[in-house]
């Protein structure tokens, strides 16, 4: 059984380019969340997907947006990078979406914007 | 609006010097609260769900706690490979979208 895996590891990228990062869910798993973590600081949530429908939103605006595939990969769209948007970005899935339904996260996708 | 808070931010200790660390949460209708360990480089690790007030859960060296407000996690004789980032986290209004707290970053010194 494969995990999660995002790629790419590493990104760099200037101010105001456009950015897509990739997810793999793990198998039997239909829904994927979409995390930023700021250096030293927790996770915030982006975005979930549950087959192939945005479920749910936090607090980031609409340059970030999402994709889920029919095989349940997932990618994150970020378009005019601002230097904020600097951080790691995280990809969990899980086997639904109901409150009591672990996350299981890849090792995430490490942004920096110049 | 939910908030989780963890506390302290750091904690330093001797191998085998015990600890408790802390997250306090103000989510209403809490409907389970998570922990996870997570390493260098590497994303969050599953390590506990709590649901109600009273239960403990223990793994090794951890066992988490929960109160009506409060969830503690207890590390009892630390080795180094305990080194981490631990966060708590809890479900927003309906499903398993988390919030976070920010963390608290575990160094055991052999």
């Known amino acids: 059984e494969t995990g999660v895996t995002q790629s790419p590891t590493h990104l760099i990228k200037t101010r105001g380019q456009q950015v897509t990062l990739r997810c793999s869910s793990q198998s039997g798993h239909n829904t994927v969340s979409w995390y930023q973590q700021a250096l030293g600081q927790g996770p915030q949530f982006i975005f979930q997907?549950?087959?192939?429908?945005?479920?749910g939103r936090g607090n980031f605006p609409p340059r970030f947006s999402g994709l889920q595939f029919p095989n349940y990969s997932s990618e994150l769209n970020v378009n005019a990078l601002e230097l904020d948007d600097s951080a790691l970005y995280l990809c969990?899935?899980?086997?639904?979406?109901?409150?009591?339904?672990?996350?299981?996260f890849g090792s995430g996708t490490q942004l920096s914007v110049l | 609006e939910d908030q989780v808070t963890q506390s302290p931010e750091a904690l330093r200790l001797q191998e085998g010097e015990s600890s408790s660390l802390n997250c306090s949460y103000t989510?209403?209708?809490?409907?389970?609260l998570f922990w996870y360990r997570q390493d260098p480089g590497k994303g969050p690790e599953f390590l506990f769900t709590?649901?109600?007030a009273g239960e403990e859960k223990e793994k090794e060296r951890l066992k988490a706690t929960l109160t009506k407000k409060e969830s503690f996690l207890h590390i009892t004789a630390p080795k180094p490979e305990d080194s981490a980032t631990y966060l708590c986290a809890a479900p927003k209004a309906a499903g398993n979208k988390l919030t976070f707290g920010g963390g608290t970053r575990v160094l055991v010194k052999p």
């Open positions: 989510v209403s209708g809490l409907r389970g």
């Open positions: 709590l649901y109600s």
């Open positions: 997907y549950y087959r192939e429908e945005e479920n």
């Open positions: 969990a899935s899980s086997i639904g979406q109901g409150y009591n339904e672990k996350l299981f």
